[in-house]
């Protein structure tokens, strides 16, 4: 009989996680930065566990670069871990080696009233698996560890009506880097990922062709991510990179192609190709048919009469 796993630990507040993990109180509840100095818990770290919070590690040493035919197309400088609250941490990702250097905890309210709260969740790489890690060059290295130790600085400095600013708008330096390197690693990638964009065409094709569609509805991006074992954020990112569209916007594209096919060699009524297509409901079809073509359906199948 298989040994049932726990149940991951929920950590609910970053004073709760220092102690886990063998450290002192942090200095601020809100926020608090572990260097390699840190003696950690490292048994502890590796149980599975939840957040309640965001997490930014720098590990020093990292597996899972992206191996393309002979060559691998990432960088061995090492790399940033990104985890947003309610993300299962834990197991593989804190693998013996592959210790951080640096680790950011930063509670939600500490962004409370500034627009890091809102912004933090345009970031995708928050939402980004392991083996998506952003790979850091040596120069890339320096920028990222230039900025925890000036966290780290500030952080260790007296609190003052200044502190929550200036740790705010280093997360923010640290988030548009964040942004740049993985763009960098896109267009590093990007053989590897132009052969990812021509899968999911593939998939996209013979989901329609199949007529899975029929019992599955319109795809979603989540089904193609996880058809092509990629986290959602990162695929619209991938693509995104790639082509100036998301993925929701390429299955669109797709649906709209195999719709125009339909409209204009079949004698299927509006609403069937709605059907066919796995739409529930005929309006939502013509409704985004319409925003995509500037035509209704009707008007479209016309122009071939």
Do not use: W
């Amino acid at each position: 009989m298989k040994k049932e796993e726990p149940a991951p630990y929920k950590f609910e507040s970053i004073a709760d996680a220092c102690r886990v993990f063998g450290l002192a109180k942090p200095k601020h509840p809100l926020i608090t930065l572990m260097n390699e100095s840190d003696q950690i818990d490292h048994h502890a770290l590796a149980q599975s566990h939840v957040l309640a919070f965001y997490k930014i590690a720098y590990k020093p040493k990292l597996g899972g670069k992206l191996k393309y035919g002979q060559s691998y197309y990432d960088f061995d400088g090492g790399g940033l871990l990104f985890a947003s609250p309610g993300q299962i941490i834990g197991g593989n990702d804190n693998e013996p080696g592959a210790c951080s250097a640096f680790t950011l905890l930063i509670h939600p309210d500490f962004l409370l009233g500034h627009s890091l709260a809102k912004t933090i969740k345009q970031h995708g790489f928050f939402s980004y698996s392991a083996n998506e890690t952003l790979h850091l060059s040596d120069e890339e290295r320096q920028v990222i560890l230039s900025i925890f130790k000036m966290i780290e600085t500030e952080l260790n400095s007296r609190i003052d009506d200044f502190s929550q600013n200036v740790v705010l708008a280093q997360m923010e330096l640290l988030f548009n880097y964040a942004n740049r390197f993985y763009k960098r690693q896109f267009i590093t990638r990007k053989a590897a990922n132009h052969d990812l964009l021509q899968k999911m065409e593939e998939l996209l094709e013979n989901y329609f062709n199949s007529e899975t569609s029929l019992s599955k509805g319109v795809p979603t991006v989540a089904y193609l991510a996880g058809c092509l074992n990629v986290t959602p954020s990162y695929l619209s990112d991938m693509l995104r990179s790639l082509t100036g569209q998301n993925a929701q916007q390429h299955i669109h594209d797709k649906l709209i192609e195999k719709a125009k096919e339909k409209l204009s060699t079949t004698r299927l009524s509006v609403s069937e190709v709605a059907y066919t297509l796995g739409f529930e409901h005929s309006q939502s079809f013509s409704k985004l048919f319409k925003t995509k073509t500037n035509l209704s359906p009707l008007e479209f199948r016309r122009s071939f009469n």
